[in-house]
């Protein structure tokens, strides 16, 4: 995530919102621009996820080891689990994550695919 990015989410996190008062039509505006600004993060951030990961399985491919290990899948499900401080219900939390990691494992996939057909 580009440090520039990463800074303005921040702060943009740390803003209070708006105290209890009649709502008006800029407080819409204002809210989506929020989860715009939010969801551009989250795009980053799960990018770089991938790349990470992608990386991991690499030097697991070299290393004659297993890819795929569940224990560790577990592990995130569960370290996300202890992490979350609502309102999303735990059940949500760990549908999402578990999407994540299936998408990422797809990208795998593809990429060692794609490099078994260059050989």
Do not use: C, W
């Not at 708006?18 to 621009?33: G, L, N, V, W, Y």
């Amino acid at each position: 995530m580009s440090s520039d990015r990463l800074k303005n989410l921040i702060k943009l996190l740390q803003q209070a919102l708006p105290e209890a008062r009649e709502p008006s039509k800029d407080d819409i505006q204002t809210f989506r621009a929020r989860i715009d600004e939010i969801d551009l993060g989250l795009l980053e951030l799960l990018n770089e996820r991938s790349r990470s990961a992608n990386i991991i399985g690499r030097i697991k491919k070299q290393l004659g080891l297993p890819v795929y290990v569940p224990e560790r899948e577990e592990e995130v499900l569960d370290l996300v689990r202890k992490a979350n401080l609502g309102p999303l219900p735990d059940a949500s939390v760990r549908g999402l994550f578990e999407r994540i990691i299936d998408e990422t494992r797809a990208l795998e996939r593809q990429k060692y695919q794609d490099e078994s057909d260059k050989n």
